[in-house]
């Protein structure tokens, strides 16, 4: 926590707001995610980084795991790189800088993303990253269901959404097999918008 806190001061890695509560509002909240990896996993791919939540708190918890973090931001790559080796974790996490759409398939057996962007970008986002069997693990705040209804005009999917034990408006949304309805007015690749940079960690 001290390294995010040095870095905070020159780079937004987390909400300005959060910054007190790190344990509760990001650590926390990311290691819920465990529970619901599959123990037989072997790859999990975190889109959009950051500060490194949920994918380096996955890391610490499951060495077993080979971690990918997929960052655009170089200075952010930077922080978690050096964030994971003060870590000291058992098995270092791959840290790709670039654009999650133009980075090499991560062949990922869960995929996740925390405050990133909205579902239906994140299904195609994820689309590239994903074994045919892999899950996705999606932290979703308290407009959630807004979000699915909005992804289905595009995606058939199965999902489950998993009760957040760190806010009772929000959820994990647990998603399996999906794949694009082939409705052109709902078409995923026409989604590009992330969160604002506030709303992001």
Request: one cysteine or more; aromatic letters at 4%.
């Amino acid at each position: 926590m001290s390294t995010l806190a040095r870095w905070q001061k020159t780079i937004n890695l987390v909400g300005r707001s959060t910054v007190d509560d790190i344990w509760g509002r990001h650590i926390l909240d990311s290691a819920q995610l465990i529970p619901s990896i599959p123990t037989k996993a072997q790859r999990l791919a975190d889109l959009g980084s950051g500060a490194g939540f949920p994918g380096l708190v996955v890391a610490a918890f499951r060495p077993d795991l080979e971690v990918v973090l997929i960052e655009a931001d170089a200075r952010k790559a930077a922080f978690l790189g050096e964030a994971a080796r003060r870590m000291g974790l058992e098995r270092q996490p791959r840290i790709v800088v670039g654009r999650i759409e133009a980075a090499a398939p991560a062949q990922a057996d869960v995929v996740t993303a925390r405050a990133l962007a909205p579902l239906s970008q994140l299904l195609a986002w994820a689309q590239h990253h994903r074994t045919d069997t892999a899950i996705c693990l999606f932290h979703k705040g308290k407009g959630w269901q807004g979000e699915l209804t909005e992804a289905m005009k595009a995606w058939d999917i199965d999902v489950r959404p998993l009760s957040s034990v760190t806010d009772r408006d929000a959820v994990i949304l647990r998603i399996g097999s999906y794949s694009p309805t082939g409705n052109s007015a709902g078409s995923p690749t026409g989604v590009r918008d992330r969160q604002p940079e506030g709303r992001r960690r």
